[in-house]
């Protein structure tokens, strides 16, 4: 596909806040495809994690799953409040988009087709890691943090934090670390030709997701947000990708 990159194809989620005593559980298989190859050891950031910054326990998967097993159970789930106690509110979850291909989109003009990050029965999962998860409550994941994970600066996403969020005089690029007590940051993609099942193609979207808990005032130490932000990659156009901070515009343009 060589549709061109617009505006519009850039989606700010905004702030989801996950109260997880307003949930109720979700009784699946947070198992993935089957077939998939395990991921290969890395030093400091991992595919599979957890927040655990404030009352709520919350495990990740970089393939864009949320609040599910951080060891990759497909019985065992992944969100609790308090935690620490066997209240689990959420077994699963994660995200799921869809979209239309436009009329410049070649043979697949005019096709909807979606992306399963995460699927509930474990037979059409599309989501893959780009970027493992890093979590700045562990000392080498903050130290060994990449720029394209430091909180926005430069770009549209910039615009969702307060600029004393985003700047730290003490750090040599004068970029902060972490907007909250405990962010945690990764990338996924739907790209992967072999994890295809159930659709034709690929709808072409990365998603960059950093996750905030706080720990103050009353009250936040319940809540933890997330922060989506989806990128078009289906053009190989460098030019496309200008109105974004530099250190992602290289990955988007990899992966397109």
Same mark, same amino acid.
């Given at each position: 596909?060589?549709?061109?990159? $617009?505006?519009?194809?850039?989606?700010?989620? =905004?702030?989801?806040?996950?109260?997880?005593?307003?949930?109720?559980? /979700?009784?699946?298989?947070?198992?993935?495809?089957?077939?998939?190859?395990?991921?290969?050891?890395?030093? #400091?950031?991992?595919?599979?994690?957890?927040?655990?910054?404030?009352?709520?326990?919350?495990?990740?998967?970089?393939?864009?799953?949320?609040?599910?097993?951080?060891?990759?159970?497909?019985?065992?789930?992944?969100?609790?409040?308090?935690?620490?106690?066997? @209240?689990?509110?959420? #077994?699963?979850? =994660?995200?799921?988009?869809?979209?239309?291909?436009?009329?410049?989109?070649?043979?697949?003009?005019?096709?909807?087709?979606?992306?399963?990050?995460?699927?509930?029965?474990?037979?059409?999962?599309?989501?893959?890691? *780009?970027?493992?998860?890093?979590?700045?409550?562990?000392?080498?994941?903050?130290?060994?943090?990449?720029?394209?994970?430091?909180?926005?600066?430069?770009?549209?996403?910039? @615009? /969702?934090?307060?600029?004393?969020?985003?700047?730290?005089?003490?750090?040599?690029?004068?970029?902060?670390?972490?907007?909250?007590?405990? @962010?945690?940051?990764?990338?996924?993609? @739907? =790209?992967?030709?072999?994890?295809?099942?159930?659709?034709?193609?690929?709808? =072409? *979207?990365? *998603?960059?997701? $950093?996750?905030?808990?706080?720990? #103050?005032?009353?009250?936040?130490?319940?809540? /933890?947000?997330?922060?989506?932000? #989806?990128?078009?990659?289906?053009?190989?156009?460098?030019?496309?990708?200008?109105?974004?901070?530099?250190?992602?515009?290289?990955?988007?343009?990899?992966?397109?």
């Amino acid at each position: 596909m060589h549709s061109p990159f $617009r505006k519009r194809g850039l989606i700010l989620a =905004g702030l989801l806040a996950l109260a997880l005593a307003a949930v109720t559980p /979700i009784v699946a298989s947070a198992s993935p495809e089957p077939g998939v190859k395990p991921r290969g050891f890395r030093l #400091f950031a991992r595919s599979l994690g957890a927040m655990t910054i404030n009352r709520i326990y919350c495990g990740l998967a970089s393939d864009g799953q949320v609040c599910v097993d951080s060891t990759n159970s497909s019985t065992i789930g992944g969100g609790f409040w308090p935690k620490g106690t066997a @209240d689990q509110y959420i #077994f699963n979850s =994660g995200l799921q988009i869809a979209g239309i291909i436009g009329p410049d989109g070649g043979p697949w003009a005019g096709d909807t087709t979606g992306a399963f990050f995460f699927d509930p029965k474990g037979t059409t999962q599309h989501g893959e890691e *780009v970027e493992p998860i890093y979590n700045t409550t562990d000392p080498d994941d903050l130290a060994n943090l990449p720029d394209a994970a430091k909180v926005p600066l430069g770009d549209v996403n910039a @615009d /969702i934090f307060h600029p004393l969020l985003q700047t730290d005089a003490s750090e040599l690029d004068g970029r902060r670390r972490q907007a909250s007590q405990g @962010d945690v940051w990764w990338m996924s993609w @739907d =790209g992967n030709p072999t994890l295809n099942a159930g659709r034709s193609h690929p709808l =072409g *979207v990365l *998603v960059e997701q $950093r996750g905030m808990g706080w720990n #103050f005032p009353a009250g936040n130490d319940d809540i /933890i947000y997330f922060i989506y932000t #989806f990128y078009n990659i289906t053009s190989t156009n460098a030019a496309d990708y200008a109105a974004i901070r530099p250190e992602t515009q290289a990955i988007l343009l990899e992966k397109a």
